[in-house]
């Protein structure tokens, strides 16, 4: 059976709100970081809601650009889909155009996936980029001071997609998975080594996201429909970043007004 967990949902009224308390969340857990250990390594998803984040943090209008420790942070994926960096599919693309072209990250901490390669080649490559940059011996495994994850409306996190083979690998720390429902190949971190970060967040946006939400938060545990699930963080505390349309059908403590931000809580046994 999993492990039980403590899921704090943090719900802000609009999408703009959200990605402020997103972005004030992978600052904090980079100044947090470098603070206690001196190097900060987030691992963040692509798709489509990270995007403003992503934005936020290199907007010098804003006061993230100034907080991050850039020169001591470590960037990676979560996930990346395979195709060649440049491509308008890619995460790395989407991250290089709304803050690695404007932030003062140097090359060598940007850890990207080489979606470019064979499927299983480029799974190996980061895998060894993992086990030398976080200098790992034998069978240890990564700890990501933060895990920013997103949920798809199929309950799929990282490429973690339903009834694909990466649900069951526990022993990999990256592997590349075929999802036959997208008909293409994926590289993604495993869920173990997802749980074991520090700090893990999902950002999620939208009223399409509601019922999904409901489902694996609320209902019975099935990873395989919803892989979403197999988040349990070690820590055990699990962060939702919400916005009210997505935090709909989940409990709304009592007081609180959708109109208004508001932080619920409930318990995965
Ligand atoms: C990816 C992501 C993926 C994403 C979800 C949600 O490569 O697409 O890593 O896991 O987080 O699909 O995507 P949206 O934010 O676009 O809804």
């Known amino acids: 059976m999993p492990r039980p967990v403590t899921v704090t949902y943090s719900v802000s009224p609009s999408s703009a709100a959200v ?3 997103a972005a004030q969340l992978f600052t904090d857990a980079a100044v947090n970081a470098v603070q206690h250990r001196g ?5 963040i998803s692509g798709g489509n809601t990270p ?17 991050v420790p850039w020169d001591k942070l470590d960037l990676y994926w979560v996930d990346e889909r395979c195709v060649p960096p440049d491509h308008a599919e890619s995460n790395y693309w989407m991250t290089r155009e709304a803050m690695l072209s404007k932030v003062p990250l140097a090359a060598e901490r940007i850890h990207r ?11 190996a490559r980061y895998e060894s980029t993992i086990r030398n940059t976080f ?17 798809g409306d199929d309950g799929h996190t ?11 690998n526990i022993t990999d720390i990256v592997i590349a998975n075929h999802v036959l429902q997208k008909e293409t190949w994926r590289v ?38 919803f892989p979403s699930q197999l988040i349990r963080p070690a820590s055990g505390q699990l962060t939702l970043l919400l916005d009210a349309a997505a935090a ?3 409990p709304v403590p009592s007081g609180a007004s959708p109109a208004e931000p508001y932080i619920g809580s409930l318990e995965l046994a």
């Open 135 to 151: 200098k790992l011996e034998g069978a240890e495994t990564p700890t990501f001071d933060l895990v920013l994850l997103g949920m």
């Open 19 to 21: 990605a402020r308390a």
């Open 113 to 123: 996936m080489e979606g470019e390669l064979d499927p299983h080649v480029a799974a």
């Open 51 to 67: 995007e403003t984040v992503f934005e936020l943090l290199a907007n010098p209008a804003h006061p993230f650009v100034t907080q």
């Open 158 to 168: 990282a490429s973690l997609f339903p009834h694909t083979e990466a649900l069951d």
């Open 188 to 225: 993604t971190l495993t869920f173990p080594v997802i749980n074991q970060g520090r700090q893990v967040a999902f950002l999620i946006e939208g009223a399409g996201k509601a019922q999904v939400l409901h489902d694996v938060f609320t209902g019975p545990y099935q990873p395989e429909v």
């Open 39 to 43: 190097t900060a390594r987030i691992a």
């Open 248 to 250: 709909s059908k989940l």
